[in-house]
């Protein structure tokens, strides 16, 4: 789904924006849109129908949602027998089902044939950043989930005050599925265990890596596009007291380049959403 920026969009003009490579239930939530319902409860519509099954099977059949998908489903959303719902299993299978037996704490469906449905941006992005609070967090993995970030990379740099807990980072995976069902993204986002910031300099691969640091002599988003499509980018956002600059010379010695932002100082995860939306469009 593309982003809709700027100011009030008619629902004529957001479904014209809506571009989705295979017909599903998304045509469900199209409907309400062309029969004058709001965006969000397009959308809402959409998220009641669709399901994270991990062990999805690609020929279709018998299957049964997670326990913690049934009761969301069963007891947040009503489910019923007979309801038809879009199943996908977080690497690019989705398929339809039917809701045939319903528990209390088990939702067992008959499912179609599995297809690949491919909605990943044509770059692979994979950010290093040094996360900010929980709640901010949690903010920033849904939208680069949303945006088709493929990889984060949790950093612990030398002013990260507290590293992400474990407790934390399964929080984060659950964000990561919500954003999916909503967004209609097939792929979950993969969250790497933490590493030092020379680590993730010295281990990441991409063809054009960068680093986000206030210089002068760094390149500015717009002279990042000009200079040309690269198919994977790793990306390296500090913590909120910046780099070092012993960091940073690590970064520049592993082939980082440095971008500037602008006049501006951003947060962690506005910096690392504005960056991923320049490079996904």
């Excluded at 009030?8 to 199209?30: C, H, M, Q």
């Excluded at 009641?48 to 020929?59: C, I």
């Excluded at 299957?63 to 069963?74: C, D, G, K, M, N």
């Excluded at 010695?253 to 320049?278: H, M, P, Q, W």
Aim: with cysteine; proline share 5%.
């Amino acid at each position: 789904m593309k982003h809709i920026a700027g100011g009030k969009k008619s629902s004529r003009e957001i479904v014209t924006r809506i571009n989705y490579p295979a017909r599903s239930l998304y045509d469900d939530g199209l409907a309400d849109l062309k029969s004058g319902n709001s965006y969000a409860q397009a959308f809402h519509t959409i998220m009641t129908k669709r399901y994270f099954v991990p062990d999805l099977p690609n020929a279709g059949g018998p299957v049964s949602l997670p326990s913690f998908e049934a009761q969301h489903a069963i007891r947040v959303m009503r489910i019923k027998v007979d309801d038809t719902v879009e199943l996908f299993n977080g690497s690019g299978l989705q398929t339809e089902a039917k809701v045939v037996q319903l528990g209390r704490n088990e939702c067992v469906c008959l499912a179609e044939a599995g297809q690949i449905i491919d909605r990943e941006p044509s770059a692979n992005l994979h950010l290093g950043i040094a996360l900010p609070k929980p709640d901010r967090a949690k903010e920033l993995i849904e939208r680069l989930t949303e945006l088709g970030v493929q990889r984060v990379t949790p950093i612990i740099a030398e002013r990260t005050q507290r590293g992400p807990t474990e407790s934390i980072l399964e929080k984060l995976s659950k964000v990561v599925i919500e954003a999916c069902k909503q967004s209609g993204r097939n792929h979950l986002l993969q969250i790497s265990p933490p590493a030092t910031a020379e680590q993730y300099f010295r281990e990441v691969s991409a063809e054009k890596k960068i680093i986000a640091h206030p210089c002068e002599q760094g390149i500015t988003p717009k002279e990042l596009i000009r200079s040309g499509k690269h198919e994977s980018y790793a990306i390296a956002i500090g913590p909120e007291g910046g780099w070092t600059d012993f960091e940073y010379q690590q970064a520049v010695e592993r082939d980082f380049e440095s971008i500037n932002l602008g006049k501006r100082i951003y947060r962690i995860e506005t910096a690392a959403v504005a960056l991923a939306s320049v490079l996904v469009s």
